[in-house]
């Protein structure tokens, strides 16, 4: 199975971004898809999750400002960045997870985020 992360560029703070995360299979088989960052010299870190029935979760420094969603007709992740700051830079990656945060699937490339001032 094949994550693949797409949509990252150099944005500024305060605009707009949209990433996506096409899978190469059928993604209403896990419970949850979560995106993902890892900022340098930093661990990877979760930053949103979506259920199979959409409910979702957010990490508190992005709530209000990301939103995730889901195609599953596309087997398609979105993450829209609004108003993004410069500590949102970061390479984002996708997976799917059990309930619990375990992921199942091998990491992808991930898209990089870079916010300038």
């Known amino acids: 199975v094949q994550l693949q992360a797409s949509g990252g560029g150099l944005v500024q703070a305060g605009g707009s971004l949209r990433l996506s995360c096409v899978v190469s299979r059928s993604i209403n088989r896990f419970k949850a898809m979560n995106w993902y960052r890892q900022a340098p010299g930093k661990q990877r870190e979760l930053v949103a999750t979506?259920?199979?029935?959409?409910?979702?979760n957010y990490i508190d420094s992005v709530r209000g400002r990301f939103t995730i969603s889901r195609d599953d007709a596309k087997n398609t992740v979105y993450l829209r960045m609004n108003s993004p700051k410069r500590e949102d830079t970061a390479v984002y990656y996708c997976n799917a997870a059990t309930v619990d945060g375990r992921t199942l699937l091998s990491w992808g490339q991930g898209t990089q985020v870079t916010v300038s001032s």
């Open positions: 979506i259920t199979t029935d959409g409910s979702t």
